[in-house]
């Protein structure tokens, strides 16, 4: 007898844990199928990390390039009192989509405000080329960091879902399983003995 509490060896037991067993088994289905899409999202979402590193590490190069560039052009104290490039206009522009009960994100940097005047703006083509390879990183960076958040929440829930998942499968149905298999066990043990009685009963 399966360990637990004391079981019913009844028909209406039986019936009722039968109905039980094929509750949890549709619910383990829709919890595997949520483990599958929820994967798929996952390696999606890594590609895609993937592809903005391998971008991040190519506007690095041109960002140093451009940077060698400028200090070459006005030397390195000159270049730190160089005007700026204003970033006072851009915003982050986020953009959720839900997925599987989820918010997944979406970020971009957005600076299409109107231009800033020549006196705030570098003043040369080298200073002016090194500002705009490190606005690029920026830009990139903005994506990097909701692709990130949005692969957190993705795998945080994964790790639920297997849990939940391997939960049912491993302990809660093998225990009704078990169960199931003990009262057909004694049901069949009362029929067996029923029918001893009825044969002993035609015979007297």
Do not use: W
């Not at 509750?23 to 829709?30: C, S």
């Not at 903005?142 to 499968?169: G, K, M, P, Q």
């Amino acid at each position: 007898m399966p360990d637990g509490g004391e079981i019913l060896a009844t028909r209406v037991a039986f019936l009722e844990l039968k109905d039980e067993r094929r509750l949890i088994q549709e619910g383990y289905e829709l919890l595997d199928e949520k483990r599958v899409l929820l994967a798929t999202e996952i390696m999606r979402q890594l590609r895609h990390y993937s592809a903005l590193q391998a971008e991040l590490t190519r506007l690095g190069g041109q960002a140093l390039a451009a940077l060698e560039g400028a200090v070459s052009m006005h030397g390195f104290d000159k270049l730190t009192v160089e005007p700026k490039l204003d970033m006072a206009p851009a915003q982050v522009v986020v953009h959720e989509q839900a997925f599987l009960g989820l918010r997944l994100v979406e970020a971009s940097l957005d600076d299409r405000g109107p231009p800033a005047g020549p006196e705030a703006r570098p003043t040369t083509p080298e200073a002016r080329a090194c500002a705009a390879a490190y606005r690029a990183m920026i830009a990139r960076h903005v994506e990097l960091a909701a692709c990130v958040a949005s692969l957190r929440r993705l795998i945080r829930e994964y790790v639920r879902t297997e849990r939940r998942a391997r939960a049912l499968e491993n302990v809660v149905l093998p225990e009704i399983d078990e169960s199931l298999r003990f009262i057909e066990e004694q049901l069949d043990a009362v029929d067996q003995e029923e029918a001893v009685r009825v044969r002993n009963a035609a015979r007297a």
